[in-house]
């Protein structure tokens, strides 16, 4: 998982203005070490955990973000796959970033391709992500992330 996250981390190059950055990656004998940006204003569960709620202009300006965000994403030929509110980071100013690509579907192409039942050609069929957070039909027998 770590180095399909370090592959995804790659592939993005710190290019989006709403995807956490990394800096630098590094191990020793015990750990392996990734560097990103410090975002002070928590994830959005802690908003939800503290009954800290959001103007509906709010929501749509964080949706229109992470919508950004997941479009550039696919078109770097990922698939995020684990989309909660955990793994959007908000800074002091109240931005939106996506992280934690730990179980991202990185396509082994670096262009993706497009065809007419996915925005960008792109599909997974492996069943993924946090139980608490998956739609009902991830849990039936045929199913297609894309």
């Known amino acids: 998982m770590l180095m399909n996250e370090l592959e995804a981390l790659k592939r993005l190059e710190s290019q989006h203005p709403f995807i956490i950055p990394l800096h630098v990656a590094f191990q020793d004998r015990a750990a392996c070490y990734m560097v990103f940006d410090l975002k002070l204003g928590g994830d959005l569960r802690y908003f939800l955990r503290h009954d800290i709620y959001f103007e509906e202009r709010d929501v749509a300006f964080m949706v229109a973000c992470m919508s950004s965000a997941l479009k550039f994403v696919h078109a770097k030929g990922i698939i995020h796959r684990d989309i909660k509110p955990e793994n ?3 800074d002091q100013l109240g931005f939106p970033y996506l ?3 730990g179980i991202a579907y ?4 670096t262009t993706s ?11 997974s069929q492996l069943a993924s992500g946090t139980k608490q957070y998956l739609a009902p039909e991830v849990f039936t027998r045929y199913h297609v992330h894309g």
Do not use: K, M, W, Y
């Not at 990185?106 to 192409?109: G, K, M, S």
């Not at 391709?113 to 792109?122: K, Q, V």
């Open 99 to 101: 992280a934690d690509f």
């Open 113 to 123: 391709r497009r065809d007419s039942n996915t925005p960008c050609g792109l599909v």
């Open 88 to 90: 959007i980071i908000v």
């Open 106 to 109: 990185v396509h082994p192409q």
